[in-house]
């Protein structure tokens, strides 16, 4: 009990520093990972609001509230589809862009900075007894 009493904390602690760094930059979590989705996907740095929604799995009535605030805030653009004029792809802006890569690049150094406590061993075996709990727990045991 004492064990996992002290992974919700952890979880908890680790997702307020995780989220000061999006809220630094005006972003929730959820639109941080709509403007690193896009930028993962390369140049153009643009995809389908489906495709985004598939990817973050969440539904696309969701999707499309969090387009509508990214866009809001200039950071997102819908533009037509080439290929299909009935269809849609979101491109980041290059204010988005910028914002992004900032944001990742802080995201990232936070992260190494809440894990540096662990040594490499430390590091790996917690994610591999991470791994183990969550496996137990998609795999419905």
Known sequence: ???????????????????SVFTAHGLQRGEFDVLATLRR????????????????MMSRAGMTNRLDRLEKAGLVRRIADVDDRRAIRVALTNRGLH???IAVTEHF???T???????DRDRHEFDRITRLLLASFEDGA
């Not at 064990?3 to 989220?19: C, F, H, K, N, T």
């Not at 900075?113 to 040594?119: A, F, G, P, R, Y």
């Open 41 to 56: 996907s390369g140049k153009p740095y643009e995809l389908n609001p489906s495709g985004l929604a598939d990817t973050l």
């Open 109 to 111: 150094e936070n992260e």
């Open 113 to 119: 900075n809440i894990l540096s406590v662990l040594s």
């Open 1 to 19: 009990m004492a064990v996992l009493g002290r992974l919700g904390r952890l979880a908890a602690a680790a997702s307020d520093r995780i989220e």
């Open 99 to 101: 914002l992004v890569d």
